[in-house]
């Protein structure tokens, strides 16, 4: 399993940004996949998933916020994150459930990228 993301970078309080995970090494249409970030000093804290037949599922703090996707042809899931705050500040990490065509949990991801770097300024 490899998961590679990009996106990450500094935007203004109120800007977008859109975090791509390119995977590789699985049936990527088979899996669930997610994402999550990290504050430094904080917990890990979950973001949001996608399920194989394209449904989702986002922590309540990010709902109208963040949008995922995902693109079976290029084996690619996506989060789209708009209005974002200084507090968004974190390491987004995207990450792969290790159940196939299984309902995931958070606690279900076992695979994760290295993680891209996301910096809102006010």
């Known amino acids: 399993v490899h998961l590679v993301e990009s996106g990450g970078g500094s935007v203004q309080s109120g800007g977008s940004l859109r975090l791509s995970c390119a995977a590789a090494?699985?049936?990527?249409?088979?899996?669930?996949m997610g994402w999550a970030r990290q504050v430094p000093g904080k917990r890990l804290e979950w973001v949001s998933s996608?399920?194989?037949?394209?449904?989702?599922y986002y922590t309540n703090s990010f709902k109208g916020r963040f949008a995922v996707s995902r693109d079976e042809v290029k084996n690619t899931v996506y989060l789209q994150m708009n209005t974002l705050k200084p507090e968004d500040t974190a390491v987004y990490y995207c990450?792969?459930?290790?159940?196939?065509?299984?309902?995931?949990?958070?606690?279900?991801?076992?695979?994760w990228g290295q993680g891209t770097l996301v910096t809102v300024s006010s």
């Open positions: 090494g699985f049936t990527f249409s088979n899996y669930a």
């Open positions: 996608i399920y194989s037949d394209g449904a989702t």
């Open positions: 990450a792969k459930c290790d159940y196939s065509g299984h309902l995931c949990e958070p606690g279900d991801f076992g695979s």
